[in-house]
């Protein structure tokens, strides 16, 4: 039995297009509904929240400071030893991958919480150390894609 000259048609319902008399689609096949990702944020956004600004009211920024900064992942920086001097980092020189407290909060309520509860990280776990600073802070933006995490180090923060 050859298949070279065997046509096999389709099941009707595997192609639902419709054709006008000289043979042109009239309609195409109806694509299932879209379903975005997932952009809810963490199911405790609001207590991490309200445990950010209660450390928040613990911070001043000082006219000098420095930290040892890790960034976990990709890319990965560190561990370095920063200075910030009146809202810039002076030392190591020309590093944009390393932020400033202020900076670093930002970033924080950017994806964990600025925008909720419709848009935000799907998991945020931050701990503080002295004088109203984050220490360690786990960002997932989403908990489908891979490396799109923000995982930070700070230790050793001490004013100048």
Not at 113 to 126: K, M, N, S, V
Not at 131 to 136: E, Y
């Amino acid at each position: 039995m050859s298949l070279q000259n065997e046509v096999v048609e389709p099941p009707e319902q595997a192609c639902p297009i419709a054709f006008d008399p000289t043979n042109i689609p009239t309609s195409r096949p109806t694509d299932p509904p879209f379903t975005p990702p997932q952009t809810g944020c963490d199911p405790n956004w609001r207590d991490t929240r309200r445990a950010f600004n209660a450390n928040l009211a613990n911070w001043t920024d000082p006219q000098c400071y420095n930290y040892i900064f890790t960034r976990i992942g990709r890319p990965s920086v560190g561990p370095i030893s920063v200075e910030v001097r009146d809202g810039r980092v002076t030392s190591p020189i020309l590093n944009p991958r390393i932020p400033t407290m202020e900076i670093l909060f930002n970033t924080i309520r950017r994806w964990c919480f600025r925008r909720c509860p419709e848009i935000g990280a799907e998991i945020c776990e931050l701990e503080y150390g002295d004088f109203g600073t984050v220490s360690d802070v786990f960002i997932d933006i989403s908990t489908d894609r891979a490396d799109e995490e923000l995982i930070y180090e700070i230790r050793e923060f001490e004013i100048c």
